[in-house]
């Protein structure tokens, strides 16, 4: 378990100013706690590609914008990840909920192959994350309870010494 409320400490303790995102069952407190704060102002996407752009523009504007958005977003939004945060470095701290994380064997290593990835059992979305973040050179760190919650403050290190976006793979619902 994972509770919102210190996830959003942590997000103020490194000086986040928005959070760009689409919500997702695993999210729903964040957002709400994020609707009636007064210090992060929350930005609502229809799409997720769009939660990149709008942050890399914010990001060119002095801003401090966090992403948060499901693994399948992720994906949804490659082209707009790719052509924004990515190719411009934006040190762009990326909380992705990690959907079909808990059917895994937990190694993360399981054999990507069309048996695995048509598998009844698995949700194909978390045989994909990390792979894809690792293809693309996309540093993470993960949240699987409240005593991981430090880790976004490691993830905002990473962006800055590196001048690039972080993931931080959300493995559980928040509350």
Same mark, same amino acid.
């Given at each position: 378990?994972?509770?919102?409320?210190?996830? +959003?400490?942590? +997000?103020?303790?490194?000086?986040?100013t928005?959070?760009?995102?689409?919500?997702?069952? *695993?999210? %729903?407190? +964040?957002?709400?706690?994020?609707?009636?704060?007064?210090?992060?102002?929350?930005?609502?996407?229809?799409?997720?590609?769009?939660?990149?752009a709008? *942050?890399?523009?914010?990001?060119?504007?002095?801003k401090?914008?966090? %992403?948060? %958005?499901?693994n399948?977003? $992720?994906?949804?939004?490659?082209?707009?990840?790719?052509?924004?945060?990515?190719?411009?470095?934006?040190p762009?701290v990326?909380?992705?909920?990690?959907?079909?994380?808990?059917?895994?064997?937990?190694?993360?290593?399981?054999?990507?192959?069309?048996?695995?990835?048509s598998?009844?059992?698995?949700?194909s979305? *978390?045989?994909?994350?990390?792979?894809?973040?690792?293809?693309?050179?996309?540093?993470?760190?993960? +949240?699987?309870?409240?005593?991981?919650?430090?880790?976004?403050?490691?993830? $905002?290190?990473?962006?800055?010494?590196?001048?690039?976006? %972080?993931g931080?793979?959300?493995?559980?619902?928040?509350?």
């Amino acid at each position: 378990m994972i509770r919102a409320i210190l996830v +959003l400490a942590e +997000l103020k303790r490194n000086h986040a100013t928005h959070v760009i995102g689409l919500p997702d069952n *695993a999210t %729903v407190k +964040l957002f709400e706690l994020l609707t009636n704060d007064p210090d992060i102002e929350l930005v609502s996407v229809t799409r997720e590609g769009e939660a990149f752009a709008i *942050a890399s523009g914010l990001w060119v504007g002095g801003k401090v914008p966090v %992403v948060l %958005v499901q693994n399948t977003g $992720f994906f949804e939004s490659g082209d707009s990840f790719r052509g924004t945060a990515m190719r411009m470095r934006v040190p762009l701290v990326c909380l992705i909920t990690y959907r079909g994380y808990g059917k895994l064997s937990g190694t993360g290593s399981e054999a990507l192959n069309a048996a695995a990835l048509s598998a009844a059992g698995v949700d194909s979305a *978390a045989l994909i994350t990390e792979a894809t973040l690792r293809a693309w050179g996309i540093p993470f760190v993960f +949240l699987h309870d409240d005593s991981d919650v430090p880790e976004i403050s490691e993830a $905002f290190r990473k962006c800055g010494e590196g001048a690039q976006p %972080v993931g931080v793979l959300i493995t559980s619902d928040l509350v």
